[in-house]
């Protein structure tokens, strides 16, 4: 999604500066977690050329590369260049020009995934193509997002701890006559979910209301009594986060949600964080926005224009558990209160 962003004639947005005086370290963007592994050779490159020998993988997936002196971004820029174009805008339908200069932006931060169903038995849906097209609503952008894609409720891919954490579920069906009453069904529900399936008169009883969607009866069935519909689901987890300050698992915004209105969603995300800090390109947390809006406010704008399906629910209100590392800390003078929208200021003075 095109932000109207600004091209300098050096970018350093992919560099983090390093503790050592003048040096810097590469962030390569990795959506959806994976990419062509013929990508590897040049990271391999940079770090030999212009890095210190070494790459790390960042805790967001992306593959990073330090000790790049500031005088070599210019070089090092022209070389992504192919990486870029190749995994931002061919693989990702990402609309952003390539010019030899890096990223434009970092505000939306690299979007995570688990390996979902291309391998995992348990995962319900295909998070790498998910990812990606959720990169090319939310990438470039000058506002702060994070998040990721976890292929089934266990969320290896940590979901509750990102500003949007998107979970794949499924709606399970149950064929009586292939059931032989065994109740492996009831004791892998018991023993993985929420206890929601019980064996009576050598049948299946389900308590509809507190399924999570996971699958673990479909893998336990000998005789496929169980099986995933094909229409796929997901959830929404929003305002996870970690920090020093108040850290927090994320509260379920949407359940039971299609495709469709998880992308809608996230393509009303760069309009409602440019509304929640009055139109400056602030670096602040999704969360935080969230918070400062207010979540009824919230609700209101991520969800203009989306057609919701059938089956979708959405919070109408959250409660939200902090961890707080310093007791009251969110008692203080007015005039560091943050605000948003039109006129909004930043308290933190």
């Not at 940079?46 to 590369?65: C, Q, S, V």
């Not at 000998?222 to 689901?233: G, V």
């Not at 009303?268 to 926005?289: E, I, M, R, T």
């Amino acid at each position: 999604m095109n932000h109207d962003i600004d091209v300098k004639a050096t970018r350093i947005n992919c560099f983090r500066q390093s503790k050592v005086a003048g040096e810097f370290m590469l962030q390569l963007r990795v959506p959806g977690s994976i990419i062509d592994a013929k990508h590897l050779t040049s990271v391999q490159h940079i770090a030999e050329t212009w890095g210190d020998g070494t790459f790390h993988i960042g805790m967001r997936h992306t593959l990073n590369i330090p000790g790049i002196k500031y005088e070599n971004i210019p070089a090092v820029n022209e070389y992504i260049n192919n990486y870029i174009k190749e995994v931002e805008v061919v693989e990702c339908d990402v609309e952003m020009e390539t010019c030899g200069k890096g990223y434009p932006t970092i505000g939306a931060r690299n979007i995570m995934a688990c390996i979902g169903n291309s391998h995992c038995i348990k995962a319900n849906v295909n998070t790498h193509e998910l990812a990606k097209k959720i990169e090319k609503e939310v990438f470039p952008s000058h506002y702060h997002i994070k998040t990721t894609v976890a292929g089934c409720p266990n969320d290896c891919a940590k979901a509750h701890f990102n500003d949007f954490g998107v979970i794949g579920i499924a709606k399970m069906e149950y064929d009586r006559d292939r059931c032989i009453g065994c109740g492996a069904c009831v004791e892998a529900c018991s023993h993985h979910a929420t206890r929601v399936l019980s064996l009576v008169n050598g049948k299946i009883e389900k308590d509809t209301c507190c399924c999570v969607g996971c699958g673990e009866c479909v893998l336990a069935c000998p005789t496929s009594a169980w099986t995933r519909n094909e229409k796929k689901f997901y959830r929404i987890m929003i305002g996870g986060r970690t920090g020093k300050q108040y850290p927090r698992m994320g509260k379920m915004f949407a359940n039971w949600v299609t495709e469709d209105v998880v992308l809608a969603i996230f393509r009303n995300w760069p309009k409602f964080s440019a509304w929640a800090l009055d139109y400056k390109p602030v670096y602040l947390h999704g969360g935080h926005l969230i918070d400062r809006a207010g979540y009824i406010k919230f609700k209101e704008l991520i969800l203009e224009g989306v057609e919701l399906n059938p089956e979708a629910q959405i919070a109408e209100r959250i409660y939200w558990q902090e961890d707080e590392k310093r007791a009251n800390i969110n008692v203080k003078p007015i005039a560091k209160h943050n605000s948003a929208g039109p006129g909004s200021q930043d308290g933190r003075h």
